[in-house]
């Protein structure tokens, strides 16, 4: 083990893998699922790897150079990520959210000494969840924001070194289960998660299985009729085409509704001590039901996303 480390941008990924037993134990499924522990990064979410992935290539680029403002637009977990990048490397950030998004988020990018610009959800949007109309008002500030000052637009939404920071998490989980891994379960935000560990994970067997996870109310990628994208799974399930992901890697996807979602990130917290957020739950619902279904007996790797810490002032707990 290595004495110490010189910057906290070094801490961000090598996240723990853990074999959710005790939930087998109460759903009573047949295989095994595999949770990547990324609330346990620095910001407590995966998004650190792809806020550190995309400044770093920036630099490198010479698209970020010192004096110029990061700017990006988030539902909270990538902010915070930036906002700890930029807090190390010395960059002023200035964070895009919806005032849908819960309160602890903001109050960690600021933490960080982020400046966060609040935008008014849409008529007819519900405090505490982002709809994909809310995220277009949030886009449309952004870019007012980014000609004002000249800053770097990081763009997640559009970046592709969104998903080649994550390829990063998928060749972790290949190394982790000693490459015995059938299948990947991923919910749907920008789609960087899905896209980068899907592709490195087919690189190394093809066989490997990906499906995407949806809100039961608006499965865009399953092709069904999107009834509405004021669900609860925050952080995702826009209703829309994400550009990171490439449909070729979609293999299945599966619907969760809101209340299994939050049912399972519960029970998660109370059998195996893992304190997730609303996606997390999402995806390991989605892997209990494969298990039960089209992939009953394999084995699957899911992520846990982000720490339950910052849904504490929403319905989650």
């Known amino acids: 083990m290595e004495k110490y ?69 988030t539902s909270g977990n990538t902010g915070i990520g930036v906002a700890i990048v930029c807090a190390a490397l010395g960059y002023r950030f200035i964070c895009v959210m ?29 405090k505490g969840f982002v709809s994909g109309e809310d995220l277009s008002f949030v886009q449309a500030e952004t870019e007012r924001i980014v000609r004002e000052t000249g800053g770097f637009y990081l763009d997640q939404f559009n970046n592709p070194d969104n998903s080649k920071a994550q390829e990063e998490m998928g060749e972790e989980i290949w ?12 919910f749907i935000g920008t789609g960087g998660t899905f896209a980068g560990v899907s592709r490195r994970l087919k ?70 001590g893992v304190f997730g957020g609303f996606s997390s739950g999402a995806n390991v619902a989605a892997a209990v039901s494969l298990l039960n279904g089209a992939e009953k007996g394999k084995k699957i790797a899911v992520v846990i996303n982000d720490c339950g810490l910052k849904y504490m002032s929403a319905e989650l707990f």
């Open 5 to 73: 480390i010189t910057s906290i941008t070094q801490a961000i990924g090598g996240t723990h893998l853990l074999r959710l037993d005790k939930l087998r134990d109460i759903y009573g499924f047949d295989g095994e699922i595999y949770a990547k522990l990324e609330h346990m990064s620095p910001g407590f979410s995966k998004k650190d790897r792809i806020a550190r992935g995309m400044i770093e290539e920036a630099l490198l680029r010479g698209h970020l150079s010192p004096g110029k403002p990061v700017i990006e637009t």
């Open 98 to 126: 919806s005032r849908g998004n819960s309160q602890e988020r903001v109050k960690m990018i600021e933490s960080f000494g982020g400046e966060v610009v609040l935008v008014d959800q849409a008529p007819g949007s519900r």
């Open 175 to 186: 190394l982790q289960t000693g490459g015995e891994i059938q299948v990947f379960a991923d």
């Open 203 to 272: 690189q190394h067997n093809p066989a490997i299985k990906c499906y995407a996870v949806e809100p039961e109310c608006c499965a865009f990628y399953a092709g069904a009729e999107i009834t509405g994208t004021g669900h609860r799974i925050q952080g995702g399930g826009y209703g829309k085409h994400q550009m990171n992901v490439d449909k070729s890697l979609i293999d299945g996807c599966v619907q969760i509704d809101d209340d299994t979602a939050i049912k399972t990130t519960r029970g998660l917290a109370l059998c195996e």
